[in-house]
Nanobody
């Protein structure tokens, strides 16, 4: 199983980035997907989740209205569109997969984790 995140980088406050996470080694379309982030000295926090078919989506309050999660099951890829970025969004972003939404929303007991991609929001 592999989850490979792409798209991180340096962006100015107010800017946008789109993260992608490509999955392999499991039936992507059967799994809920999520994004998490972590900064040094802090616990990893939930950012967004999407059900296997995309019909159920949830966001952390801190990113609602600015971030959009989506998925393309034909490409085994989940996306995180991040707009109006703030310095406090700076973190390593991770994607995750689980057979159900529950563990992703809770942030533990998740089946698969990917390696992260660093997002830095700074002028």
């Amino acid at each position: 199983v592999q989850l490979q995140a792409f798209g991180g980088g340096l962006v100015q406050p107010g800017g946008s980035l789109r993260l992608s996470c490509v999955a392999s080694g499991f039936t992507f379309a059967d799994y809920a997907m999520g994004w998490f982030r972590q900064t040094p000295g802090k616990e990893r926090e939930f950012v967004a989740a999407i059900s296997w078919g995309g019909g159920s989506i949830d966001y952390a309050d801190s990113v609602k209205g600015r971030f959009t999660i989506s998925r393309d099951n034909t490409k085994n890829t989940v996306y995180l569109q991040m707009n109006t970025l703030k310095p406090e969004d700076t973190a390593v972003y991770y994607c995750a997969a689980d057979a159900t939404m529950g563990p992703i929303l809770k942030g533990y007991g998740i089946d698969y984790w990917g390696k992260g991609t660093l997002v830095t929001v700074s002028s």
